[in-house]
Structure formats: C-alpha cells, structure tokens
C-alpha cells in the first residue's frame, strides 16, 4: 500500500463491508477482549468479497483523521498481530500492518485479504473479562453492508458465502488448468466481445429504423447478456415462449412490452416496437441471449414537466430497475443457468433533469439535479448470484443513480419499501 492510497482510505470518511476506521488502540496494552474485537473484524474481513482495510487513527463521531499517539502508534506490530490472529482462524491466513506519517499525524492500517481457497473458520473461544463471548469456535464471521461484523445468520448471507466459496475454487482451478495449456491462448472471451459488439450495432439500425432518434426526450437503455457469446444458444420459438412465460406485468404494463401488430421474428432473433406520442420503446432478443431495449421516460410527457424542466420521478426509478431485474432473473436462469451475465443500464438525456415524486401520499422536498447527460451502469453478476439477490442488486443501481443526482440521504430501507410495494401491486 502506497502513502497516496492510505490517504485516499482517510479521504473517504465512510465506513462499509470493506471499510472500518477506530480511534485510537494500543496494541500493547489493550485488553486480551479489545484485541480479539479486532481480530473478529479482521476474520470477517477475510470472509467478505475484496477483503477490507481497518484504520486506526480516525475520529469516531465524524471520521476525521486526528492521527494515533506515538506510543500506540509504535505499539502496532505485523508479527505480534498475525500470532494472535492464527490462534483463532483456520486455515491461518495474515494480514498486512501499514503505518504511515501522514500531514504529521500517525495512522495504522490493517489490509485484509479475501481468503484464497477455503474460508476463515474460528477455531477458539474468547472470552471478555465479564465472560462475553467475543469469539465463538466454529462461527463464520462476515462484514455487512451497514459495516459491521457478524455471525452469518441467514440463508440467503450463506448462499451468497458459499456461492463465492465454490468461484474462487473454481478460478483456482482454471488457472491451474491455463498453465498446462501451452502455446494455446484463450481467445474466446474476446472473440465474444466481438461477436456481441455485430449484434449491438444491429440493434442500434433497427431501432433507429422503427423508433427515430430520440433526441428531445429522456430514455432507459438497456443491453443483457451472457458472458460466452454462443450463436444458436436459443432459436426464435424458444425465444417466443420464454418471453412470454418469463415478462414482468406489475403495473399494467409489461416488462418488456409485447405490442403483437409489431411483434416477429427476425433473422437472428425476435423483436418488437412501439411508438406513441409520448412513448416509443424497442426490443431485441438475439439467439445468442442478447436482450437490447430502449424506451423512453413517461415523465417526458409534458403534463409532468416542473417548471417547465423535464423531470424524473424517484418511485418510477426503483419499480423500473426491480422490474428489470426481476425479468433478467426469470429470464436467464431459463437461457444461461451456470453462466455470468453482463448488464449494463443507461439513462440518457437527464442532465439538468430533476427528481421529483409524483405520488401525493409522499412529501418530497429537495432540488436534485444531474449534472451529467448519460448515466451508464455496469454490472457482471454469476447466475447464482442474481437468482438469490436480485432485488438487492436493483437497490444497488437505483442508489447510484440518485447519487448522481445529489440525493445522498435516500437510504437502503427507503428503496426496498417501494419495491416491496410494487411486488404486491400495493400503489
């Protein structure tokens, strides 16, 4: 770790999963309990996805860097850390100490990998001097969005630990497997991007061709696929029945719209359009898994405009990107089960575009604005993955997308709240 990104971890003054800041600790003289606190944040360190970093010397009430003493600065020892910490993980991984003198004040920092093969198990009780358990033998800790650490408690937090268990298994194997592959390269992954690249500028024609350019109004673009391009993955029947099978139909209006007078097949595929006034909207799904969508905002018609801006509203975000992600479950478990799926979600035209709610039972107050023109998401996420959290994911981009916004108080809970009404069509 370089000094530039010690300060950039001091600069972010927001803890996470992969991120905690204390105070002050001395190493030396801490209680055997304090310690194993510690040593309880670094085991779930190694059991979160990107490991996580523990900073000592930042203010507890407002993460400002007031820097460590000397003493408990020179109290933080790589060897005497690692000791301890093996006394209770199994197998024994390390951590990585750095201390830094950075604008004159100290700072510690404790870089902890993700575990390599197998998962970090405590394998040893300890006990505070009150007799609280600090550490259990034979618990899984794991570090949380809210950033803290706990004892895996759901199924679903062990599906997705298991989950991540079996990848890095499997990646460890592959590359054992690429090193006994000599003089052959592994092409096919870009040969891939290639082949899907052909088939996203054959949408881009035939949208055009059906919708126009849209140039005055906002709209979602959307582009999913699997990670491996395979040309015949699907035939156009298949492609038939599991659209229709597997469309999301929360609000009365279907997710992707089917409008049957524009509805056929093509030569690679199928594909529909429709264009009203103040709605078009156009869709491909390829053979080869490519889905391929745009449509326009329906705050873009004019009676929604305030102050004469064009506007978006902030409940249509959150029941768009769940009924998004709700078909890209439904859909692709049914077309590339064991696979990787790209998504990548785009908003256009929003810049100096407000966000509004136009639901009267909300009191909703603020100036948010972006700034930008187009907002672009990208996202890979195992099959297993999106099958187990898939609201949780469009949570994740509907939170980034209102930041790019300037609203940086709406919260987890906010977001799922309105998911949780559209799913049971409670408008």
Not at 91 to 105: H, W
Not at 243 to 272: A, C, M
Request: glycine share 4%; hydrophobic share 35%; proline share 1%.
């Amino acid at each position: 770790m370089t000094e530039k990104e010690a300060k950039e971890l001091l600069l972010r003054k927001n803890e996470s999963k992969n991120l905690d800041y204390k105070e002050k600790f001395n190493w030396d003289n801490a209680l055997k309990s304090e310690k194993g606190q510690v040593i309880k944040d670094i085991i779930a360190m190694f059991n979160t996805q990107d490991g996580g970093k523990i900073v000592f010397g930042v203010r507890d009430k407002d993460f400002e860097f007031i820097g460590l003493s000397k003493e408990d600065f020179e109290s933080f020892d790589s060897t005497k850390i690692n000791d301890l910490l093996h006394n209770y993980t199994d197998p024994e991984y390390s951590c990585l100490i750095y201390k830094f003198n950075i604008d004159e004040k100290y700072v510690v920092i404790i870089d902890v990998p993700e575990f390599k093969e197998l998962p970090v198990i405590c394998k040893n009780n300890l006990h505070s001097q009150d007799n609280k358990l600090i550490l259990q033998e034979g618990q899984i800790y794991i570090r949380t969005e809210k950033a803290t650490t706990e004892v895996i408690s759901s199924s679903e937090q062990m599906r997705e630990f298991l989950n991540r268990a079996i990848r890095r298994k499997s990646n460890e194997l592959l590359e054992n497997i690429k090193k006994l592959i000599e003089g052959k390269s592994l092409t096919y992954s870009q040969e891939s991007k290639e082949r899907y690249k052909l088939e996203f500028e054959q949408y881009s024609i035939f949208a055009t061709e059906k919708i126009g350019i849209i140039k005055d109004k906002g709209y979602w673009k959307i582009f999913a696929y699997p990670e491996n391009y395979i040309h015949n993955r699907l035939d156009q029947k298949k492609i038939k029945e599991l659209v229709e099978k597997n469309k999301v139909d929360l609000r009365g209006w279907d997710f992707p719209h089917i409008d049957y007078k524009n509805t056929t097949n093509f030569n690679n595929g199928r594909q529909s359009f429709a264009k009203w006034e103040y709605h078009t909207e156009a869709w491909r799904f390829y053979n080869s898994g490519l889905f391929a969508w745009v449509s326009t905002f329906g705050e873009d018609d004019k009676s929604f405009r305030k102050d004469g801006k064009q506007v978006l509203d902030f409940i249509n975000v959150i029941y768009s990107l769940t009924e998004f992600f709700l078909f890209f479950k439904r859909y692709y478990q049914e077309v590339s089960r064991n696979s990787y799926l790209n998504i990548n979600i785009t908003l256009v035209n929003v810049d100096n575009r407000k966000l509004i709610c136009l639901n009267p039972e909300v009191n909703f107050h603020g100036n948010y604005f972006s700034l930008e023109k187009t907002l672009t998401y990208e996202m890979k996420i195992d099959m297993i993955d999106l099958t187990s959290s898939w609201k949780e994911k469009a949570n994740e981009i509907a939170r980034k997308i209102f930041l790019a916004f300037n609203w940086d108080t709406i919260s987890e809970e906010t977001i799922s709240y309105w998911q949780e009404r559209l799913l049971k069509k409670d408008f």
